[in-house]
Nanobody, 135 residues
Framework: QVQFVESGGGLVQPGGSLRLSCAAS????????IVWFRQAPGKEREGVTC????????YYVESVKGRFTTSRDDAKSTVYLQMNDLRPEDTAAYYC????????????????????????????WGQGTQVTVSS
């Protein structure tokens, strides 16, 4: 049974940092790319970061590029999301889920591609962890 447990969220002031964790079980993590999603009240879910399975290459949506960093430890079946310089617009529930690949799109902020925020989850996700950025 595929399970994800997200943790590490909380209340932080603008400019602050948080580190989220996504603990996976019930499947072999290193077979899949892992996507971090977020969903704010009244807004659609969006993919925020994705890290590939074989070589651990990260991709980010343009709005978080340079501020967020995703990494994975397949031995621990855990994926991380380090979030720096948090902004009120980052407030959302954050979830992780699998994908076969990281779907990318043109990124105006640099030469490397950005994650397509409309990427869907391949399967189920956990209960999420709430991130609130407010002064």
């Amino acid at each position: 049974q595929v399970q994800f447990v997200e943790s590490g969220g909380g209340l932080v002031q603008p400019g602050g940092s948080l580190r989220l964790s996504c603990a996976a079980s019930g499947f072999t993590l290193d077979y899949y790319a892992i996507v971090w999603f977020r969903q704010a009240p009244g807004k659609e879910r969006e993919g925020v970061t994705c890290i590939t399975s074989t070589d651990g290459i990260p991709y980010y949506v343009e709005s978080v590029k340079g501020r967020f960093t995703t990494s994975r430890d397949d031995a621990k079946s855990t994926v991380y999301l380090q979030m720096n310089d948090l902004r009120p617009e980052d407030t959302a529930a954050y979830y992780c889920a699998t994908q076969h690949t990281c779907r990318t799109t043109y990124c105006s902020s640099g030469s490397s591609p950005c994650l397509d925020p409309t990427v869907p989850p391949l399967g189920s996700w956990g209960q999420g962890t709430q991130v609130t950025v407010s002064s």
